[in-house]
């Protein structure tokens, strides 16, 4: 793999090592790649340049604006292993399956298949 030091393609081969070289200057977090950099650095200078061309809303990356636009279009990716509820976001389900895995009762999940 030293190859790639060789070829000049340090940036792959710190990627492939799993480093994060590019340091944010403000909070220190590294990332593996400069467009990760830049789309993190808008999180500290507030700049979302990708608007939602429904309501307005903004977004710091194309990806993300790409998720937020499942608002609108009901798309529900996101699929709960444990009952047949879906969530445009994956933290929107993150958060749902919290409420399967903080609770060791089987009887929860009963539960929530009759309610979700
Ligand atoms: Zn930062
Ligand atoms: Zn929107
Ligand atoms: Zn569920």
């Known amino acids: 793999m030293f190859n790639y030091i ?3 393609n340090i940036n ?21 790649d400069p467009s990760r950099l830049t789309v993190h650095s808008r999180s500290h200078s507030g700049e979302k340049p990708y608007v939602c061309n429904t309501c307005g809303r ?22 709960c292993h444990l009952c ?13 399956v919290k409420t399967h895995t ?5 009887r929860w999940t009963v539960i929530c298949l009759r309610t979700c």
């Not at 977004?59 to 996101?78: A, D, F, N, W």
């Not at 509820?85 to 749902?96: G, M």
């Open 58 to 79: 903004g977004c710091v990356s194309s990806s993300q604006l790409k998720k937020h636009m499942r608002i609108h279009t009901g798309e529900k990716p996101y699929q």
């Open 102 to 106: 903080g609770n060791k009762w089987q």
């Open 12 to 32: 792959k081969f710190f990627v492939l090592l799993g480093e994060r070289p590019y340091i944010c200057n403000v909070c220190g977090k590294g990332f593996p």
């Open 84 to 96: 047949p509820k879906a969530f445009p976001r994956s933290e929107d389900l993150r958060i749902h």
């Open 6 to 8: 060789k070829h000049g």
